[in-house]
């Protein structure tokens, strides 16, 4: 039976209460953003449609929760808005129309990228930060000062001439180069990693102590002024001023004539939001002449002369129905998530790491709990954590096998490491990820040896390892199903052909760890056969450029193993060429065509450094920034050039980036 409109207003507000009680005070949201405004939404329509169910107190009378009563109260002296949502372009013409029709003159807009972080105000009396609060319900928020005065985007003095006093709006948000730093140092220090920017960020602004808020590294982006500003008469001309003033303003802002460049705008960012270093979850629309905006005035919470466009949202809940281990190349034993398949951001995920033990106790994950699963551009999707208030009592504590699930040797937990280990170098599940490696693209390149043909190589015991693929022939390839005379005869072929790709890619065939591609081209060229790199100390490994102590020890381990020695010898024996064959500049090419140019200073490597890694992967350096820029490096301190890669939407890396893509 269909409950009653009052019943069902009722429930609503409920649960829209708990949502806001959980995300403002307890930072501990169990809702989506997109089930939050599902719910909102109805409950919006439902007390539109029956007045008389609108209660002072209903949620949509005010935005957001009270403040908690951790912090000194912040009054707004004019409320601190919040925005209807647009989901379409259908919901975008509505706005639109809606907007012409009050305005009863042409309206122009801005378009905005809406950052996901938390939304602040910040007091600059005669130039100088005053205070600063968070938005709370509006009206009120906290007090968050001497937090603010870490985020280094926020100035402490305006420049000058500066109005006597402004109230400056904007969004704190986390970087997500800064957030990917935040939760490494925390999963090393064995605290729980966080879900997303945004909640660190939020977190990081409602710290007690200052001190915890500044490592954080938190940014700001102003976007707004509360009140009038002599001489300034549209948006875009706020904004023209806070960067002015001296505040940090998003770069891709732009001035829409119709609703069309609205829609076109929004459509461009959601297609491109992976290639910003934030996260957005829209684009803010807004009329740009401000007594225009007066005008339109705003209703409950909501100002009528803007909208926030939500781009499709990127997290959803389902079940966790198991979690089952894979068996990664060196033997990491590897959890996933088998959960109900859902819908994430336009792809079906049925898959999500789960990392490794300690993340799935830390975040209290069980078998057949409801969970948040979370899937940030082409990332493995993730899964975030519980839903508390969906547990049952029937779920199951997960526990790391103590052997091998596939070939029960022991498993091996190294202590203050995350991951467990099969210790057995010859388990099936190594042997096929060994092998696909050692044939795959970046490393000798044979064709018609992938994820399959290794699987079957390896179960029909024709592969135990590396060297065996080389002692492969059309007998024992006739052993293999569904293998007929020709596929054997090209498969042998490109097995022959793969010999003569030189040191190399051996090495990266290899799999050392932390031996890449990149890697791998050093060290050929730099010892130029493979007895010179067997006999090398570490110290004579560290004599090569970007080689540290890690890398060292790690190519010294591997070949102070008897069996990898063995094996090499026997690859040898089979006529595969362990000299390097071209010089280190030519090598590989994998930014064969790609345009670079370094910003800023890096923290581990020179300019030239860096500049000789691109070029070893026939990458070219360049000292400006163009719209044919394919990847801008940026370090500390980084200037213009950072600037115009945003303003052109090149996708900027940092360090880490750079290491990643060399590595990958
Ligand atoms: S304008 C009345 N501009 O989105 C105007 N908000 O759902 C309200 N946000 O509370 C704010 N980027 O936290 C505006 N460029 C932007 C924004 C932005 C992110 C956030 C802000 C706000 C929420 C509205």
New binding site residues.
């Given amino acids: 039976m269909k409950p009653s409109p009052e019943a069902r207003a009722e429930d609503l507000r409920a649960q829209i209460d708990e949502a806001n009680y959980r995300y403002y005070v307890l930072d501990d949201p169990a809702i989506t953003d997109a089930e939050f405004d599902a719910l909102l939404r109805e409950l919006i329509d439902l007390e539109n449609e029956h007045p008389n169910l609108r209660t002072p107190d209903s949620p949509t009378q005010r935005?957001g929760a009270p403040p908690s009563e951790r912090f000194a109260p912040y009054r707004h002296e004019r409320p601190?808005?919040?925005?209807a949502?647009a989901f379409d372009a259908s919901e975008l013409r509505a706005f639109d129309e809606r907007v012409r029709k009050l305005a009863g003159a042409p309206v122009s807009y801005v378009c905005?990228?809406?950052?996901?972080?938390?939304?602040i105000a910040v007091d600059y009396r005669n130039g100088v930060l005053e205070r600063g609060g968070t938005?709370g319900d509006g009206s009120t928020g906290e007090d968050v000062t001497p937090n603010l005065r870490t985020v280094r985007t926020i100035p402490l003095k305006l420049r000058s001439p500066h109005p006597p006093f402004v109230e400056v709006?904007?969004?704190v948000y986390l970087r997500k180069s800064d957030f990917e730093k935040l939760n490494a140092r925390r999963e090393a220090e064995g605290l729980p990693a966080f879900a997303n920017p945004r909640n660190a960020a939020s977190g990081g602004v409602r710290q007690l102590d200052p001190a915890l808020t500044a490592e954080r590294r938190l940014s700001f982006?102003a976007?707004?002024i509360a009140g009038d500003v002599e001489g300034v008469r549209t948006q875009s001309e706020v904004l023209a001023l806070l960067r002015r003033l001296g505040f940090r303003v998003?770069d891709h802002?732009e001035p829409a004539a119709t609703i069309d460049d609205v829609i076109a705008f929004c459509a461009r960012w959601e297609e491109r939001r992976d290639e910003l270093d934030y996260e957005?979850?829209?684009v803010?629309v807004?009329v740009d002449d401000l007594s225009t905006q007066e005008r339109l005035g705003?209703v409950a919470r909501?100002?009528r002369?803007?909208t926030?466009f939500k781009f499709k949202p990127r997290e959803a809940r389902t079940k966790l129905r198991d979690i089952v281990i894979t068996v990664g190349r060196t033997g990491t034993l590897n959890p996933n998530a088998v959960l109900d398949p859902v819908q994430i951001g336009g792809v079906t995920v049925r898959n999500a790491t789960l990392h490794n033990a300690e993340y799935i106790a830390s975040n209290d994950i069980r078998i057949g709990d409801t969970v948040l699963v979370t899937r940030a551009g082409d990332v493995i999707p993730r899964v975030v954590g519980p839903i508390l208030a969906e547990r049952t009592g029937r779920e199951r504590i997960f526990t790391m096998p103590d052997v091998c699930p596939v070939c029960g040797s022991a498993v091996d937990h190294p202590e203050g490491e995350a991951m467990s280990r099969c210790t057995n170098a010859a388990c099936p599940a190594q042997v096929v990820e060994r092998v696909r490696h050692f044939a795959s693209r970046g490393a000798m390149d044979i064709e018609g040896l992938g994820d399959v043909m290794a699987e079957q190589l390896t179960q029909l015991e024709l592969v135990r390892d590396i060297a065996d693929i080389y002692a492969l022939d059309a007998k024992k390839l006739a052993t293999v199903p569904r293998m007929g005379e020709k596929s054997i005869a090209k498969l042998l072929d490109a097995i022959e052909g793969s010999k003569a790709r030189g040191l190399a890619r051996v090495l990266t065939g290899l799999g050392i760890r932390f031996v890449g591609e990149q890697t791998a081209a050093i060290l050929a060229s730099d010892f130029g056969s493979i007895d010179a790199l067997e006999t090398a100390d570490e110290a004579a490994l560290q004599t090569s450029e970007g080689i540290g102590p890690e890398v060292a020890k790690s190519v010294r381990l591997f070949f102070d193993q008897r069996s990898n020695v063995k094996m090499i010898e026997r690859l040898r024996r089979s006529g595969v060429v362990m000299e390097a064959t071209t010089p280190r500049r030519a090598a590989a090419g994998r930014f064969t065509g790609k345009t670079f140019v370094l910003t800023g200073t890096l923290a581990n490597l020179t300019r030239d450094e860096a500049s000789a890694l691109i070029e070893a992967q026939g990458g070219k350096v360049t000292g400006s920034v163009s719209k044919k820029t394919d990847y801008v490096i940026a370090g500390d301190a980084a200037g213009s050039k950072l600037a115009k890669a945003q303003e052109f939407g090149v996708t900027v890396l940092d360090e880490a980036g750079l290491r990643a893509l060399l590595e990958a």
């Fill in positions: 935005v601190m808005l919040s925005l949502n905005e990228l809406k950052i996901d972080g938390l939304a938005r709006r904007g969004e982006f976007y707004a998003n802002i957005i979850d829209g803010v807004k705003a909501d100002p002369w803007a926030a």
